[in-house]
């Protein structure tokens, strides 16, 4: 089994397993009490923080471990507002932030703040230009990802970071993806991150408050962690999630290269394979490891169970693979193809023949499920009638609306228009792209009786 999907978890590394069993046996003390046991647990505590700090490039004591990356996001971002409440309650978040993130901002709208998303370009990346221009008198607290979860694109942290910094706003990064491949660049206040994304056991987070920043723990109070994260340490995952650290970065340079030219073997070599594909994510600015690509006239779900049972393990941000049967929020905020996304996270130490194993059985696997939804060959073209059409896909859900615009398009002049109804709401985003993919003018929505009318104009 292949299992190309790290940017949800990566696979235990085996210095983290080594650390995680060696700190069973003499980290299990308290390390606030002062007697033999609990002394050997703190130093282990204090050489685990070091290891870390020195890994993110901040001070220890700027450092607390949490229960989750969620957790030290939602305490980051509630103890900065708390912090700098006087100052006002505006929060800037981009649109393709981590669910934790916006799940943060919407709580903070739902308590009587205020909120900016900034939108990101095709490639799902903010421009610095713009963020810079959402900054306000009372914006309390700026948050932005070091690189996307579903698209690999990284953002321009260090423009932003500048530019929080010449206004007094502190800038809140999510380091999730990025922080096994180095340390994040610019001049930011905060930082959150989680060690399953590297390689070390899940549950434990860490959050960094550099020195100077206002912040006020929010909730109940406690002694361990500087107040910022009560409870009772998970001292050896602490140890072993610094030891892996420590571990990818020593190999990070090296394997970076390697997987980065897997990636792009992906990213070149699966449009021509497969045909109505879209590449998604910036081709330079992304990292190393991730390729994420959506296909026309493909169901989601049936695809990755299919690719699960040919032997390999990805994961999608298409709408019917989900349970609210809505696209991504990164894919909608890029505006691109969301139905039939696969994403492709290889994990360090991916071999060269599973990605080429990988790109045999594609090509066939999409056709199949093209073929069981009734979809369209490549090449295959309808007889020009006159006349405008309606489709009426009412009910069906991701990719049949567009299979059934794709059916019929040539059925009507040049210049004619079909208009599609829907009630899907991946269709608000697919039908759009399958437009600029086919060289078609997508001409708008209108409300219609039931549901919404795409109307699409055929120009070729």
């Known amino acids: 089994m292949a299992y190309f999907d790290a940017a949800s978890a990566a696979p235990l590394h085996?210095?983290?397993?080594?650390?995680?069993?060696?700190?069973?046996?003499?980290?299990?003390?308290?390390?606030?009490?002062?007697?033999?046991?609990?002394?050997?647990?703190?130093?282990?505590?204090?050489?685990a923080r070091e290891a870390a700090a020195e890994a993110v490039g901040c001070r220890a004591d700027e450092l607390v471990?949490?229960?989750?990356?969620?957790?030290?996001?939602?305490?980051?971002?509630?103890?900065?507002?708390?912090?700098?409440?006087?100052?006002?309650?505006?929060?800037?978040?981009?649109?393709?932030?981590?669910?934790?993130?916006?799940?943060?901002a919407e709580a903070h709208e739902a308590g009587g703040g205020t909120v900016t998303r900034v939108p990101v370009d095709r490639t799902g990346a903010v421009d610095p230009a713009a963020y810079a221009r959402t900054l306000r008198g009372d914006t309390a607290l700026a948050c932005l990802q070091s690189?996307?979860?579903?698209?690999?694109?990284?953002?321009?942290?260090?423009?932003?970071?500048?530019?929080?910094?010449?206004?007094?706003?502190?800038?809140?990064?999510?380091?999730?993806?990025?922080?096994?491949?180095?340390?994040?660049?610019?001049?930011?206040?905060?930082?959150?991150?989680?060690?399953?994304?590297?390689?070390?056991?899940?549950?434990?987070?860490?959050?960094?408050?550099?020195?100077?920043?206002?912040?006020?723990?929010?909730?109940?109070?406690?002694?361990?962690?500087?107040?910022?994260?009560?409870?009772?340490?998970?001292?050896?995952?602490i140890v072993a999630a610094a030891a892996s650290l420590r571990a990818v970065r020593a190999e990070a340079e090296a394997e970076a290269a390697r997987l980065r030219e897997l990636a792009e073997r992906i990213r070149a070599r699966v449009p021509a394979l497969v045909p109505d594909v879209e590449v998604v994510g910036d081709p330079v600015r992304r990292l190393p490891g991730v390729v994420t690509f959506s296909c026309l006239y493909v169901d989601g779900e049936t695809l990755l169970h299919e690719l699960d049972r040919a032997g390999?393990?990805?994961?999608?941000?298409?709408?019917?693979?989900?349970?609210?049967?809505?696209?991504?929020?990164?894919?909608?905020?890029?505006?691109?193809?969301?139905?039939?996304?696969?994403?492709?996270?290889?994990?360090?130490?991916?071999?060269?023949?599973?990605?080429?194993?990988?790109?045999e059985v594609l090509p066939g696997t999409v056709a199949a499920v093209r073929e069981k939804l009734g979809a369209p060959a490549a090449a295959e073209a309808a007889p020009r009638t006159g006349g405008d059409l309606v489709v009426d896909a009412i009910g069906r859900r991701c990719p049949v609306p567009v299979i059934e615009l794709a059916k019929v398009i040539g059925d009507v002049p040049v210049g004619g228009t079909v208009r599609v109804l829907s009630d899907d709401e991946a269709a608000r985003l697919d039908i759009p792209a399958w437009c600029e993919m086919r060289g078609q003018e997508y001409v708008g929505e209108e409300e219609a009786e039931k549901g919404t009318a795409y109307l699409v104009r055929r120009i070729s």
């Open 14 to 47: 085996p210095v983290a397993r080594q650390a995680l069993l060696a700190s069973l046996d003499e980290g299990w003390a308290d390390p606030a009490r002062l007697y033999r046991e609990g002394r050997r647990a703190r130093l282990l505590l204090d050489a």
């Open 312 to 359: 390999f393990s990805v994961s999608s941000g298409s709408s019917c693979t989900s349970s609210t049967l809505t696209p991504s929020h990164v894919l909608k905020a890029m505006g691109v193809l969301s139905e039939g996304n696969v994403r492709v996270s290889l994990p360090p130490g991916t071999p060269a023949e599973d990605v080429e194993r990988f790109l």
């Open 147 to 237: 690189a996307n979860h579903e698209v690999g694109t990284e953002q321009p942290v260090a423009e932003v970071a500048g530019a929080c910094r010449e206004a007094g706003v502190p800038l809140l990064v999510d380091a999730a993806q990025s922080l096994a491949w180095g340390k994040v660049p610019g001049d930011w206040s905060l930082l959150a991150a989680s060690a399953h994304k590297w390689g070390g056991p899940s549950g434990v987070g860490l959050l960094v408050v550099r020195k100077g920043v206002r912040f006020a723990p929010q909730g109940p109070g406690d002694e361990r962690e500087s107040g910022r994260a009560p409870g009772f340490e998970n001292l050896p995952a």
């Open 65 to 104: 471990f949490t229960p989750s990356g969620t957790q030290a996001v939602h305490s980051g971002v509630a103890g900065a507002l708390a912090g700098r409440r006087r100052v006002g309650s505006h929060l800037i978040v981009s649109a393709v932030e981590h669910s934790s993130v916006l799940h943060a």
